[in-house]
């Protein structure tokens, strides 16, 4: 779960990424030394070794462990509060939790086997698909932000006295006649009453071929006027457009998660 900006979220999240990442592998090199036990035998003269390794091990997963398992756990607990319900993030919060608790135990005691390794590379990976979730969402937003920016802020307006005048996009109702012309974009949908010539609707398709456009053709907001002179009646403004639906189906699928996903 993101919580606040997505972009420093996914800073945040990198910048413990990268020094866990480190923590992580010296945890591993002290924890595959003693996996060595299972092949050799130290006898009583390694027990000191062992002692060492296995505190080693405690120390650098000990930060690592404060590092992700804290905000994991938040937002457990958040989620809890709020919905009622237990995430992936309560599993993994507990497991990694647990298995930290019992390590620091038989590291004291000298009784059971120690998990730092488990615990740290859970958190690890989970932290990456954290990391990648908040970077989903930084790029969400940025084409959220530039199918917004292709999208005119005024248009030209025809009256019913044939006078042209600029005005906000806002000020547009259905039944308007707006004319655009060439290398301009077009600030809502539309039906071309007049003229010809090729649109640019990558911004709504992803084609990047400009198709013919005509009296009677459907013509949509941020879309843009190639080479021809129209004349357009409007038919959808505000989020009736197709690029307020884009903008809001955007919007869903990176707030909310599908049933599959939960």
Not at 119 to 143: C, F, H, P, S
Not at 156 to 171: C, H, N, P, T, W
């Amino acid at each position: 779960m993101i919580h606040g900006d997505p972009t420093e979220e996914a800073r945040n999240t990198l910048s413990r990424l990268m020094l866990n990442a480190f923590l992580g592998m010296a945890v591993m090199g002290a924890s595959l030394t003693l996996y060595s036990e299972l092949f050799y035998t130290w006898g009583e003269s390694g027990a000191g070794v062992r002692s060492l390794l296995q505190l080693i091990a405690m120390l650098f997963a000990t930060p690592a462990v404060l590092l992700l398992a804290l905000p994991i756990l938040e937002d457990a607990i958040l989620t809890w509060n709020v919905y009622r319900r237990l995430t992936m993030n309560a599993l993994v919060a507990i497991g990694s939790l647990s298995a930290y608790g019992i390590s620091v135990y038989a590291t004291f005691t000298g009784r059971g086997n120690i998990y730092y390794e488990t615990t740290v590379m859970i958190l690890l990976l989970v932290t990456v698909g954290r990391w990648l979730d908040a970077k989903t969402q930084v790029e969400g937003n940025k084409a959220i932000e530039e199918l917004l920016a292709a999208s005119p802020t005024e248009a030209s307006l025809i009256g019913q006295d044939g006078v042209e005048q600029r005005v906000a996009v806002e000020q547009l109702i259905v039944g308007n006649t707006i004319r655009v012309r060439p290398g301009e974009s077009f600030a809502v949908d539309g039906q071309i009453l007049a003229g010809e010539g090729s649109g640019n609707e990558a911004s709504i398709t992803g084609e990047a071929t400009p198709a013919y456009k005509g009296v009677g053709g459907l013509v949509y907001a941020g879309t843009l006027n190639v080479d021809g002179g129209f004349t357009v009646e409007v038919t959808q403004v505000g989020e009736d457009r197709v690029m307020g639906k884009l903008v809001r189906l955007l919007d869903e699928a990176r707030l909310h998660r599908s049933p599959i996903e939960q």
